[in-house]
């Protein structure tokens, strides 16, 4: 799209953005009004105006039970308790107020350095949890098809009976586990622990389908696969780029901290297929092809090359392999070529490569709009390759933000239970198993007698060890089920599923879903709400539904996007019968024999572990990404400390918490006794280490092809080793002269040992007292040679409605990837069903609704707001489809699934695009599951789930699913 098209384009959706506005308003007012909305729902009182009187500083005023509350004593003190958000990724403040332990009221924490007061309508709207009759109420269990009510006691008893004898027929790999990214740092750990000690690797959560391509993407580039900057710090950009992310929506309040970025000078693009509530604040909009962000950075890359503007200086001494890059850039992905490709012109990116040059730092930021792809990693490693070039990484203002999902979504990606890693993402080799083993005081041979002993060919001439190879990822346990046994590398097919705090509509595929789930054994669902899994089948029997509480009836940490960790206070006792993650995992780990070895260094009172135990017991283990220094104590000082924090450099000035940042950021290096003040801002050679700095991490060996992987003339502030260098253990110690400066009790820890397996810390300590890095000073990799395609390259997604790009494009050959399961690519992309589905189908979030959806359409206030679940299509779309606004339509994908939604006619998406929202669930087909849902706990919404049309797909590197292109048609219902 040349300059004059793009400034078409955004008059065009200027002038008609009011009609869009009054579709948007016509569309729910003919769902139901207010009134009548409130009437069925039987509210009192509606929640707009009380959650939008949280959202201002002069409506704040002390809580006091009302007088009608006869049950209770209105003249009771209010406790107020500080906790945080479940919702997004940001991790905002709030203050609950509770009285005779109820949860009466609440008010946005002024002193969060992170939210700074503010809140999105589902954070005003969080007491609801505190009350909720939707709630799953206590166990449940299918008899004949209906819910019965049953005890904790006989839940476990019969789950774990089942459990053992699938074990003993199939092997401990026939169970698969779906831990939580909502659940507490301390309960997402436990998940993986408990998956570890039951035998086996076939864990994982929600991470997997949303953000599993950053992590790999990122981690590969330059060592650790999380957000470099904060929200904060994008207050000091110079310009904003955006890729497929609509913080308005996803993320409302890191949206105040990028407004606040526009406000201090900074410039702002956007790059998305739609023209979102985001793109509306944008200097420069630019509107790609869906699938093709590859094409969309390189095309940027090549202005950037071209004038000159790359920053040499940094890429001499701190990148290894950008002249590949350049290379792929300048021959490859001319101007002419990224236009056919992704249908942006030439001056469109020279625009934003110029607005780049001149306002620097850059900060680059993504969410699952540039993940969730066939090749989500490369689309990634080439918004990395654009930050490198530019020297933007590692600076104030620039970096990579990656905003994500969940309340613990990375904290459950640091710690939590991967199928392909351990926590702190050491490695599920024998090394890694016996550092975690020595951590958790536990004999390796016992551990690994736990599973399957046999071993299976690796399709490469090798073997692999189920302990050793990774677990069926979350993204693909249907074909765990529905796959031929003979193709899965394990002993038999999965007959087991506990979802365990995740919501089953946010994956692809939902008609297979429900095939998969009817052929299990067994299905178990621990939530806190019915969740979609809890519906879908037409399952009779062996079903069962645990009440989780939510996390604000239980305490712990969570880590934001940002890295911080908060600690989060209980605020109400657990609500009906429900239980915390942590005390199902000791009642589960009883029952099933391993309780003892698992919470040997967990002090448990009655059946609920201790939270803190569990903390610290994470802190003994995860040296790798500094998880080490963020005691119990530390984290809660810091909640009691929030004033004393800046709002920008998130550093404290003066008080208990002097010269340390807000949550300990991570890598926060050593013990909580060294007092490392967290790292705010990932790879700044610009501080010392014991103030935050740092450097890139040395990861993959030294030397490659002959050339050093190590850093040349760069180092951070105060190093003494003033070049770069490998990673520390006890040989380089000594050769450098500084064994002697740890303690005798260290040296007997440390001796044998790299700084990442010394549980000592003592390495740690020494390498940072002598400014240095534990993991060495290197290189971060604009080439990444362990990847299917070392340089980023595009590929056509497997359901393009641009098949004549396939051939110059093809993607890859069909193989077992990720090991367990074989993969199709090829064979699904031999086929063109561009004449059938012409249109392409994409999907994204609602401010009013988070995740799967479960808790916020089961919220009243929320419910409101947003009634029905919608299709955006365009006027010229539609009108060749003979749709109009408002009308019911079939979406219908090309592998049979189909949904049942309203039309809303709008120039948001381009013609050729159409957009669901994911957060819908409790419709199949067009009909209505109310029926299915336990008595009195539905969700007041309740939509077609749209993964219902959406197919096949996967990143080769991780198994991320396709959600963001695939193809569809609408036709009237």
């Given at each position: ?381 080439a918004y990395n390759c654009l930050l490198l070039a530019t020297g933007n ?348 400066e740890l303690t005798d009790e260290e040296k007997e820890k440390a001796d ?222």
């Open positions: 799209m040349g300059p004059h098209l793009e400034e078409n384009t955004m008059k065009l959706v200027k002038k008609t953005g009011s009609s869009a506005a009054t579709a948007v308003g016509g569309f729910l007012g003919r769902a139901v009004d207010r009134r009548t909305f409130l009437r069925g729902t039987g509210l009192a009182v509606g929640g707009t105006a009380a959650a939008s009187a949280m959202l201002h500083p002069r409506m704040v005023k002390k809580a006091k039970a009302s007088d009608d509350r006869a049950r209770f004593d209105p003249n009771a003190d209010v406790q107020l308790v500080k906790t945080v958000c479940t919702h997004c990724s940001v991790g905002c403040g709030v203050i609950a107020e509770v009285q005779n332990g109820v949860w009466v009221g609440q008010e946005p924490n002024f002193d969060s350095p992170i939210n700074l007061g503010a809140h999105c309508a589902k954070g005003a709207a969080l007491r609801n949890h505190g009350h909720s009759g939707r709630r799953t109420k206590y166990p449940l269990k299918k008899v004949n098809g209906n819910w019965e009510r049953i005890s904790w006691d006989q839940a476990i008893d019969e789950i774990g009976d089942k459990l053992l004898q699938i074990r003993e027929e199939s092997g401990p790999d026939s169970v698969w586990f779906a831990g939580s990214s909502k659940a507490s740092n301390e309960g997402a750990y436990l998940q993986r622990k408990f998956a570890a000690f039951w035998g086996s690797n076939n864990c994982d959560h929600q991470a997997r389908i949303c953000h599993s391509t950053t992590v790999a993407g990122v981690a590969n580039t330059w060592g650790y696969g999380a957000m470099t900057n904060s929200y904060n710090d994008i207050t000091k950009a110079g310009s904003i780029v955006m890729c497929g992310s609509n913080a308005a929506e996803a993320h409302p309040v890191a949206m105040q901290m990028i407004l606040r970025g526009k406000e201090n000078g900074a410039k702002m693009v956007v790059m998305d297929p739609r023209f979102t509530r985001t793109a509306a604040h944008a200097d420069v909009f630019v509107r790609p092809r869906s699938g093709t962000d590859v094409a969309l950075i390189f095309g940027i890359l090549y202005h950037v090359f071209d004038n000159g503007w790359e920053d040499q200086e940094f890429i001499d001494s701190r990148v290894w392999a950008m002249d590949e890059i350049k290379e792929e850039v300048m021959t490859k992905w001319t101007p002419d070529e990224v236009e056919r490709v992704s249908g942006v012109g030439p001056d469109a990116l020279y625009e934003v490569a110029k607005i780049i040059h001149e306002n620097s730092p850059m900060t680059f930021i993504w969410c699952m709009g540039g993940t969730q792809h066939t090749i989500g990693s490369n689309y990634v490693r990484v590692g600076v104030s203002g620039g970096g990579a933000n990656i905003f994500r999902g969940h309340d613990n979504v990375q904290g459950a990606t640091d710690v939590g239970p991967n199928p392909d890693n351990l926590p702190g993402y050491y490695p599920i080799n024998e090394a890694g198993w016996k550092h975690w083993c020595g951590v958790w005081d536990v004999d390796y041979d016992w551990l690994a007698s736990r599973f399957d002993q046999a071993e299976y060919d690796d399709g490469q001439g090798g073997t692999l060890k189920p302990m050793e190879t990774p677990g069926i990822t979350v993204s693909r346990w249907i074909d765990g089920v529905l796959e031929d046994p003979d193709n899965i590398t394990q002993k038999d097919r999965l007959r087991a599923v506990m979802m365990w705090g995740h919501n089953s509509n946010s994956q692809t595929r939902q008609p297979e879903m429900k095939e998969a789930m009817e052929a299990l054994d067994l299905l178990v669902i621990i939530d806190p709400y019915p969740s979609a899994a809890a519906v879908l089948h037409d399952r009779q029997d062996d079903t069962y539904l645990l009440p989780a509480c939510t996390q604000f009836e239980t305490r712990g940490s969570a880590t934001a996007s940002n890295r911080s960790l908060q600690w989060r206070e209980k605020v109400i006792e657990p609500l009906f019968e429900g239980k915390p993650d942590h005390e199902i995992a000791y009642l589960l780990a009883r029952k099933l024999g391993f309780a003892d070895e698992m919470f040997k260094n967990i002090s448990v009172e009655g059946t609920e572990p201790v939270v803190e135990d569990v903390l610290r017991e994470i802190n003994q283990g995860t040296w790798t990404i500094g998880y080490t220094g963020q005691s119990p104590e530390r984290l809660k000082e810091h909640m009691e400390n929030q004033h004393t924090f800046d709002v920008v450099s998130l550093k404290a000035e003066g008080g208990p918490c002097d010269g340390e940042f807000y949550g300990l950021p991570w890598p926060c290096w050593g013990t909580a006794e060294i007092k490392h003040p967290g790292t705010h801002i990932l790879y700044d050679t610009n501080e010392h280490v014991m103030e935050g700095g740092g450097n890139f991490r040395v990861n993959w060996g030294t030397e490659r092809e002959g050339e050093t992987l190590l850093a040349e003339g760069s180092w951070p502030k105060g190093q003494e080793l003033e070049a770069g260098h490998p990673p520390f253990d006890s040989d380089l110690l000594k050769q450098l002269g500084w064994w002697d044998g040992k790299a700084w990442h397996t010394d549980v000592s810390g003592g390495i740690i300590r020494v390498a940072l007292k002598h400014g240095c890095m534990p993991f060495g000073n290197g290189k971060a990799r604009a080439v990444v040679w362990n990847f299917p395609d070392p340089v980023p390259k595009h590929r056509e997604p497997l359901y393009t409605p641009r098949y004549d790009l396939v051939e110059d494009y093809p993607t890859y050959e069909d193989r077992k990837a990720f090991y367990r399961l074989p993969t199709r690519w090829e064979s699904v992309q031999a086929t063109d069903y561009s004449d059938d589905y012409p249109l392409i189908h994409t999907s994204g979030r609602l401010v009013e609704y988070e995740g799967g959806g479960e808790e916020t359409r089961s919220n009243p206030w929320l419910a409101e707001l947003k009634q029905e679940m919608f299709v955006e299509i365009n006027p010229r779309d539609a009108n060749n489809a003979g749709v109009r606004n408002n009308e019911w339509v079939w979406l219908e994908g090309p592998e049979g699934g189909r949904i049942r939604v309203k039309a809303l006619v709008t120039r948001r998406v381009a013609s050729g695009t159409v957009f669901t929202p994911f957060h819908f669930a409790g419709h199949y087909q067009g009909e209505d599951l109310l029926d299915k849902y336990p008595e009195g706990s539905a969700p007041y919404v309740r939509g077609e789930m749209n993964n219902t049309a959406t197919t096949y797909g996967y990143d080769a590197v991780t198994m991320m699913q396709e959600t963001k292109t695939t193809l569809c048609r609408v036709v009237p219902a």
